[in-house]
């Protein structure tokens, strides 16, 4: 051993490629073929990056637009208090002694990104653009009273920033993000920009609220807000009160029109038709030939689907009599085969909500999977192309179609 550190020992030379003339107390680095390393990933480890990447995608949606609104509030209510006096500066001014810290390194990383082009929109060339989400939190908290106005409660929206700094840490490091902690997110940022004002401009998304993400990609979907492999699982998330509860106008067709007749009380209906909305209800004729060929797929008893649409015609008779106005509830049936059955909620207006099932040949409509259409007249934009109406225009148009052809029950 010599007086300068430890001496390694020699590498083993028995390995092929090795020289002769290595000095003594070299190390012998291995070759990567004898390290044993796995460098592929299989099956399941491909499934969990990609679950990873997904949940992290939609967190970051909901962050990036939670922080875009905070950013905007912040800047309309301090910029006119700081920037007459202190110009360009004001973000600096406005942050004082207590944030000079987190400023100042805002302001050099604005400097750095100038220096190598990373400002690719010269709207971001400014210090606010560079303050993280906690950092907007500070600005916020700090000039409260400048922000009292506008917003109910302070303790409101801290609640909401605080369920939302894990899930920021997480995704800022890219680690793993559980469901839970997720849900947690979407959650609270729906609600903080519900706080904040969005303005989404969807008033449909009383009814259903809107998802960050079908915000963004929803038109490559045809206007498809979300998909159930039954109708338990649909209502689950949109029950039938939130469906039709304050609706305007509803316009139904399908063979017996259970969503509605059996999970909207005749109460509710006398209500809500009272209220000013007009109802359309087209079943398939109990009587016709295409009951029988239902019933036979379908592997029932002969005549229990039909008795079941009667009852349900019966029931809707009822719910018109006991109105004032009997003409703003109108009961058709139609004759031919039946092919889907769709409840479209105020679909004449910009807010329209739609449920759509198709019919299968040896699934009950309870058991056949459900489209959930968000109308409004969004089209359905692609490059090249010019834009096309989505689904719910398309059952709108079937809808009026049918009607037109079927008979008014008296």
């Not at 109108?330 to 004759?335: A, T």
């Not at 409840?343 to 489209?371: F, I, K, N, S």
Request: with cysteine; proline share 5%; hydrophobic share 40%.
């Amino acid at each position: 051993m010599s007086s300068g550190g430890l001496e390694l020992p020699p590498g083993d030379t028995g390995h092929d490629g090795d020289s002769g003339d290595v000095p003594p107390g070299a190390v012998s680095l291995a070759r990567p073929m004898e390290i044993g390393a796995e460098l592929d990933w299989d099956a399941d480890a491909w499934s969990e990056v990609r679950t990873r990447a997904q949940r992290a995608g939609r967190a970051y949606i909901w962050l990036n637009l939670v922080e875009q609104r905070l950013r905007a509030v912040v800047a309309a209510v301090l910029r006119p208090i700081y920037e007459p006096v202190h110009g360009d500066d004001w973000v600096v001014a406005a942050a004082g002694p207590a944030g000079q810290e987190w400023v100042q390194r805002a302001v050099a990383v604005r400097e750095v990104s100038r220096r190598k082009g990373y400002l690719l929109d010269p709207a971001d060339d400014n210090v606010l653009s560079f303050l993280t989400l906690p950092q907007l939190r500070e600005l916020m908290v700090q000039h409260w009273p400048c922000f009292e106005p506008y917003f109910d409660d302070r303790r409101d929206v801290e609640l909401a920033l605080d369920e939302l700094e894990v899930t920021r840490n997480v995704v800022s490091r890219n680690r793993a993000l559980n469901e839970a902690v997720l849900a947690q997110a979407e959650r609270a940022s729906a609600r903080l920009l519900d706080i904040l004002g969005s303005g989404a401009g969807v008033p449909s998304a009383d009814r259903l609220p809107v998802d960050a993400v079908e915000d963004l990609v929803g038109d490559r979907y045809a206007d498809v807000v979300s998909v159930h492999p039954d109708r338990v699982r649909l209502q689950r998330q949109l029950p039938a009160e939130d469906l039709f509860g304050g609706a305007r106008r509803v316009d139904a067709i399908g063979i017996g029109l259970n969503l509605l007749v059996q999970n909207f009380s005749g109460r509710r209906l006398v209500r809500l038709a009272e209220s000013g909305c007009r109802v359309r209800l087209l079943f398939l004729n109990p009587a016709s030939s295409a009951v029988k060929r239902r019933e036979r797929e379908l592997g029932i008893r002969k005549g229990e689907l039909s008795r079941t649409v009667e009852m349900n015609i019966l029931h809707m008779r009822r719910v018109r009599a006991r109105l004032r106005d009997p003409g703003a509830f109108e009961i058709h049936v139609f004759d031919e085969t039946p092919r889907f059955t769709a409840y479209l909620v105020d679909g004449d207006g910009p807010d329209g909500l739609a449920v759509v099932q198709t019919y299968l040949r040896r699934a009950r409509g309870m058991e056949a999977p459900v489209l959930v259409l968000r109308g409004g007249g969004r089209s359905v934009v692609r490059a090249g192309s010019e834009g096309e109406h989505g689904l719910f225009q398309t059952y709108r148009e079937e809808f009026e179609s049918e009607w037109a052809d079927s008979r008014p029950v008296s």
